[in-house]
């Protein structure tokens, strides 16, 4: 099956701009990024772009946020997130594999974030569904901004193991919900699905947190199915 190939949009560009100095050892772990305004006018862009390219290097553990906007570079890799990724790379897994593990953790992940959780976190996890909103149009500012709302959830634990699953999954995760993505109808449901999410979380209520997320993770994972059957394709990402 063919698919129409997306054009980089200018914060993806953004992103690979300051990856690319990252990578370069222009700027070290620990070094701070210039402001939003200032990165905005070295590249010649808007500064919703560079807000969008920031959120996307936090997302992927090459930046880290430090309050009010302002992100400093991350520790270079995480031996438990590479080898991690690594393994995923070589070993041949299906999707009932990732998302039965998804089932096991992410659940409990968002039980703990309703019992850990900062006024920050919710901040940003509204952040991420507005941003899945405004992304409905674009595969990749979607699926970016999905991947960043569970990444928060996470974060919302306390808990560096967490979030570091979360991190080495990531690769796979955004190849699954591609495939579900141009399925009428289910972006939006997993909007509404997510904001559920959220009020358990903010309500203090990990049972309801707990219910919601598996509520979502099995819906997510029926569509997967549904498109790789009609595709007559297995299950693997």
């Known amino acids: 099956m063919y698919e129409p190939v997306e ?7 953004v992103a690979q701009r300051l990856l690319h100095q990252i990578q370069q050892r222009r700027l070290s772990p620990g070094d701070s990024l210039p402001p939003e305004h200032e990165l905005a006018r070295r590249y010649g862009v808007g ?15 090459v930046i880290r946020g430090t309050g ?30 990732l998302y039965e593990i998804r089932r096991v953790v992410e ?7 309703a ?6 976190h919710l901040v940003r996890m509204e952040e991420a569904i507005q941003e899945m909103e405004a992304g409905l149009e674009s595969q990749s500012r979607y699926i970016d901004a999905d991947l960043r709302f569970h990444l928060t959830v996470a974060e919302a ?10 991190r080495a ?16 109808g289910s972006p939006q449901k997993s909007i509404l699905q997510h904001r559920a999410i959220v009020e358990a979380v903010r309500a203090g209520d990990p049972e309801g947190a707990r219910a ?5 993770l099995g819906r997510v994972y029926e569509d997967i199915r549904r498109v790789l059957r009609s595709d007559g394709r297995q299950t693997s990402p």
């Open 7 to 13: 054009r980089p949009k200018v914060y993806q560009l």
């Open 47 to 61: 500064r919703s772009s560079v807000r969008e390219a920031l959120r996307l290097l936090e997302s992927r553990g």
């Open 68 to 97: 009010h906007g302002s992100f400093v570079v991350a520790e270079y890799g995480n031996p438990l997130v590479d080898s991690f990724r690594f393994l995923l790379t070589l070993e041949a897994f299906d999707l009932e594999e």
């Open 107 to 113: 659940t409990e992940f968002a039980a703990m974030a």
């Open 115 to 120: 019992a850990r959780r900062q006024e920050e």
């Open 157 to 166: 634990t306390s808990n560096r193991v967490a979030v570091y699953v979360m």
């Open 169 to 184: 999954i990531r690769d796979p995760l955004h190849r699954a919900l591609a495939s579900v993505y141009h399925i009428p």
């Open 212 to 216: 919601r997320m598996a509520e979502h």
